[in-house]
Structures are given as structure tokens and as C-alpha cells.
């Protein structure tokens, strides 16, 4: 059986490398094997630090049963989610239909085109067995009945969700648009007021769990206080960035943050740690030292640094993707700690007061009676305090690491430049400077061409994945950044971002002056996919919006003012009626209405 996967690019693909399971990569040999052999496709979508991910692989993928039922009934294809964003969107927005919901790794059984007909996420070994078994009876008898309803989700995925309205009535393609703003300012009020009533008022975030950052939302909070003054907003986003920094899901060791929490207190995080995440609470806790003054808040800002620096720095001068859930298979293993590990790396009477400062105790937050590290309270003795970190964090240095996923993935590499460029100037630090420059020459060096940014590239080498929609947004978006902090020596940085920006309006744009996910040339899928609205990230419309907005202010550039305003005001309605979904787009919204 031949290995399709050992010289990929992706480490999540790499990890499946020698499984038993003949799979492909995603492309149009995949596909062509499928008809040619008259069977659906298997498309099992994840990324290198999913927890659930290794748990499916391990219990399916790497059994030779599983593997032989998936080889003889279907074409298995992987995919790296990040890697390919666009796959992921389509199949996930098909998967949501199907199941209510979504999540990785996502589990898509399809026909030889692409068309989903059935999905799922996670299945354990033996419901995956009969599924298999299923899909397989039903291809082979009911065929027609599973096309009918591949077709019929394709169509109702092709048409839902909310859409920019078309308002090139009032600014055509060609201009001008009209000289007010692109979005009331009494939509974003009610907007920013619909947020705040869903804010828990003890924990900050919002109602309810898993309990994520959301830090589209909490940006756009706090554009609304720098426009109206509106102390509210300040006060919740400045609760949640409290609470959140002194929860488990804060590295309260070696800073940085997880990707949420599995409950409302944010006590105990899902313990990957993801490049974008940090990325944008930088820009946020920046925001919350420079807006209340509190150097808690710049302390916090100084720990994710340190961690984007230290350990998501990769040889190359980019950042790494990700830090794994699992440490040897192990949710957690590596950050967790017990009364008595305390106490061995401290000694009694430190570890004591240790345990009490970070609310470690013999019942344990966690699994098996350990806890996950918080700081309910700064501790009075800052010397001791300091001297019990530094102890703690060579400690676990000591112990198995998670791995590592070292891509680099153009858009969250631009968000951390721009972060880090601002970190560098309001904190003073040329360390994070240079780091951010770096990052910016291997983005220009190994992901641009003609004004194209690619997707992916690891250990210095490009990978073949086109760039979407807020890849070429966010490394103009930071290319910007680096001109602005270089002042007049840094007139390439600006013609950099420059050609990315003409490359961007000329690919992602379509004819009703709409911005598309992905550009005009790029591979075809199962149907068209553009999604205005936030993930974890701001959307890339919003991301796009953004980048005008800077462009628009440094050239006086009327034709990228007539772009934001159709952006903008064509989410005027989504804003109203999606506010938590929709933060990108207010924020930008917000700092236009200024």
C-alpha cells in the first residue's frame, strides 16, 4: 500500500503517516480513485493538537480491522483543517446541517464529486464499524436516495446562513459611496448592548459553557468605549480579561493561553494552545493596560509574549501553529500538579503556600486528584511568589512536552506580527520587535508571490495550499504594521503590503464588489463557501475591512474607502441581528464611525 501522506507537509497528516488506513490527500486523484472504483469518500478532517483527534486515531485509524472495513468500502482522504480552511468550512457547514452540530475531527462520508451525504464528528471503534458497514449498504442498494440527499444538503448549505446585502445602489462598483458612515451608530449601540446582556456578570465571557475567549467580541467592546466613552463595556471586557488571566485556562508558569475552558469559571482549560488565540489576546490585554491603566494587565500582556516568543517560535523566524492537548497521550499531563509534586520541587513549607496561592488541593480541579494551576489572588510576598514560578516552571521542563505543530500558517503569523509589532513599542521590548520582523521576511520571503500569499509553509518550505480570503488580509495587515514601526526606512514594508492589498481586491472580490473566501482562480468544492461571520478569529471579510480601513487613512485612497464602505454597510443587518457572530465586522464598524 502505497504512503500518500509521509512526505506532506502538514504534521497532522504526517501523524497518520503509517496507520493502516490507505489514505489519500485531498485532490483530484482522490477523487478519480473514487469513481473509478464506484465508492464514496471517507473525508476525516482534524488538526495536529485535537485532543479527540488522537483519541479516534488511535482507537480507529491505527486498527487493523477499522482500516480494512474503511479500505475496502471507501477512498479515505485526510485533511489538516488548518492547512485547508476551505475544505473544512464547506464539509463543517454540511456537518452542522446534518447533526446540529460540529466539531473535530470531523467525520464526512461523500460522493466521488465531493457531495456530503452523511457526517458526524467523533465515533468510537465499534459505532464506526457499523457505519461503515451503513454507508456501504446503502451505497451499494440505495444509491439514488443517498444522492437525493447529498444534492439536498449541497442546496441548503449553498443558500443559509446570513449573507452581505447588496448595496451598490447607493455605492456602486465603481463609486463613489456616500459620505456618512457605512454602519449607524445606533446599530452598533444596540449591538454592543445585546453583548453586554449576555456577559456573565461574575466570570466575564459569556453565559454558559465550554466558556471561549471570543476575542472578536471583546475587540469589538472595546472599540465601543473608545467611541462613546461608555464605561460598561470597558468593565465587562476588563472583568473577563481579570477572570480569564486568573483561571486555569492562563499558563500561570510560562503565560500564554489554552483554547477554552470546559466549564464557566474558566478553571479548567482544553489544554491545546493555538497561535491565533494568543495572538489576538495580546492586541486585547494591550488594550486593557493601555485603556484602565493597570499593569496587571501589561503583566499579562508580557507573559503571552514570552510565550509567543519562546515557545511558537520556530527556527525559520515564524510561529508555530500550536502546542498539543496531549503530552504522550495524556490530556493535560504536562501542566497538572498534586499537593505532594508541589511540595517535592518546593519543599513542605513552600509547596504549602504554594498549593493555597494557586487553589491546588487534595480533591484536585482535574483529573485523578491534580489540579490545574489558577491565581485567585496576587499573593502578598512577590519575592517568594516569583522565586515558587521560576521553581515550578523548571520543574515542568522537566517533564514530557506536548508537541509541537510547527507550521506556519500565514494568517495567524500576520495577527502575531501585528500584536507583537504594538507589544514592542507600548512595552518597550526590541526583542519582540525583532521577532515580529523576522516573522515578517519569511512571510514575504517563502509566502508571497506576485502579491499571493500562500496558506502553509514548514521548515522554510511553501506549501501548495492557496491562501484564503484572511490569509491575504492579515499579512497585508501586518506588513503594514511593520512599515508604520519603522517609520521611513520602512517604505519596502508598505510597498509589500501594498501588493498585497491590489492582489486581494483583484482575486477576492466578486462583481457585486462582495469580498469571497477565496479567490477567483482557487479550486472548486462542493459548492460555494463564504462565511461572514467570526470563528475564534474575526472573519476574513472583517479581517479585509480592516486592513482597507488602515490603507484608506495612510493614502487618502478614495477607492479603498468606497470597498470598506460596501463591506461594511453591507453587514449593517448582520451586525443588528448577530452581534457575538458578527464582532469583526462591528469593530472595524466602530473605528470607521470615529
Not at 472583568?239 to 480569564?244: A, I, K, P
Not at 494557586?358 to 489572588?377: C, D, I, W
Not at 488580509?473 to 511593520?482: C, Y
Amino acid at each position: 500500500m502505497p504512503n500518500r501522506l509521509r512526505h506532506s507537509l502538514s504534521p497532522y497528516l504526517l501523524q497518520h503517516a503509517d496507520n493502516p488506513v490507505d489514505w489519500w490527500q485531498w485532490g483530484p486523484d482522490a477523487l478519480a480513485e473514487a469513481r473509478r472504483r464506484d465508492v464514496p469518500l471517507l473525508i476525516s478532517v482534524g488538526y495536529a493538537a485535537c485532543h479527540w483527534c488522537h483519541v479516534m486515531a488511535h482507537e480507529s485509524f491505527e486498527d487493523s480491522e477499522v482500516a480494512a472495513a474503511i479500505n475496502a468500502h471507501t477512498v479515505p482522504i485526510k485533511v489538516d483543517r488548518e492547512e485547508r480552511p476551505d475544505i473544512d468550512s464547506v464539509y463543517m457547514q454540511a456537518t452542522v446541517a446534518m447533526t446540529g452540530q460540529g466539531g473535530w475531527p470531523m467525520t464526512v462520508f461523500a460522493a466521488p464529486d465531493g457531495t456530503p451525504f452523511h457526517a458526524g464528528t467523533y465515533y468510537p471503534r465499534e459505532q464506526l464499524l457499523r457505519l461503515l458497514a451503513a454507508v456501504d449498504e446503502a451505497w451499494t442498494h440505495r444509491r439514488a436516495e443517498v444522492l437525493a440527499q447529498g444534492n439536498a444538503i449541497v442546496d441548503a448549505c449553498s443558500t443559509g446562513g446570513p449573507a452581505l446585502t447588496d448595496v451598490t445602489r447607493v455605492c456602486p462598483v465603481g463609486g463613489p459611496c456616500p459620505p456618512v458612515a457605512p454602519v449607524d451608530s445606533r446599530k452598533l449601540d444596540a449591538a454592543a448592548a445585546a453583548l453586554l446582556r449576555d456577559i456573565d456578570p461574575v466570570n466575564g465571557g459569556f453565559r454558559g459553557a465550554p466558556k471561549f475567549p471570543t476575542q472578536p467580541a471583546l475587540q469589538f467592546l472595546l472599540a465601543q468605549h473608545h467611541r462613546t466613552g461608555d464605561g460598561a463595556t470597558l468593565t465587562a471586557v476588563a472583568r473577563t480579561g481579570e477572570r480569564m488571566a486568573r483561571g486555569g485556562i492562563h499558563d500561570q508558569l510560562a503565560g500564554g493561553f489554552a483554547r477554552y475552558s470546559v466549564d464557566a469559571t474558566w478553571t479548567v482549560p482544553h489544554f491545546e494552545k493555538m497561535l491565533y488565540d494568543n495572538a489576538l489576546l495580546l492586541s486585547t490585554y494591550l488594550d486593557l493596560f493601555e485603556a484602565t491603566g493597570r499593569e496587571y494587565f501589561g503583566g499579562v500582556a508580557d507573559g503571552i509574549a514570552r510565550f509567543l516568543i519562546e515557545d511558537l517560535g520556530t527556527p525559520e523566524g515564524g510561529f508555530a501553529a500550536a502546542l498539543d492537548a496531549d503530552t504522550g497521550g495524556v490530556e493535560g499531563a504536562t501542566y497538572v500538579w498534586t499537593p505532594q509534586q508541589l511540595s517535592e520541587v518546593l519543599g513542605e513549607s513552600d509547596g504549602n503556600w504554594a498549593a493555597e496561592v494557586f487553589g491546588v488541593s487534595p480533591a484536585g480541579t482535574f483529573e485523578a486528584g491534580s489540579s490545574v494551576l489558577r491565581l485567585p489572588e496576587d499573593p502578598l510576598d512577590a519575592g517568594l511568589f516569583s522565586s515558587v514560578k521560576k521553581r515550578l516552571l523548571a520543574a515542568r521542563r522537566e517533564r514530557p512536552q506536548p508537541l509541537q505543530d510547527d507550521k506556519v500558517v500565514a494568517c495567524w503569523n500576520g495577527l502575531t506580527i501585528v500584536a507583537l509589532t504594538r507589544y514592542a513599542t507600548v512595552r518597550g521590548s526590541d526583542l519582540a520587535d525583532a521577532a515580529a520582523e523576522r516573522a515578517a521576511e519569511l512571510l514575504r520571503d517563502v509566502h508571497l508571490a506576485d502579491g499571493r500569499v500562500a496558506r502553509v509553509s514548514r521548515h522554510g518550505r511553501v506549501g501548495t495550499a492557496a491562501g484564503i480570503l484572511e490569509d491575504q488580509a492579515a499579512v497585508a495587515g501586518a506588513f503594514l504594521a511593520r512599515s508604520r514601526s519603522a517609520g521611513g526606512a520602512g517604505e519596502h514594508w508598505a510597498a509589500a503590503a501594498r501588493s498585497v492589498v491590489d492582489a486581494m481586491l483583484a482575486h477576492f472580490v466578486d462583481e457585486a464588489g462582495r469580498f469571497q473566501d477565496t479567490a477567483d482562480d482557487a479550486e472548486i468544492l462542493a459548492y460555494a463557501r463564504t462565511d461572514v461571520t467570526d470563528g475564534p478569529t474575526p472573519s476574513g471579510t472583517a479581517l479585509a475591512a480592516d486592513v482597507l480601513l488602515a490603507f484608506a487613512a495612510a493614502t487618502g485612497d478614495a477607492g479603498f474607502d468606497d470597498q470598506l464602505w460596501r463591506t461594511l454597510a453591507g453587514a449593517s443587518e448582520i451586525i443588528s441581528e448577530h452581534p457575538r457572530f458578527a464582532a469583526g465586522l462591528a469593530a472595524v464598524a466602530e473605528r470607521a464611525a470615529r
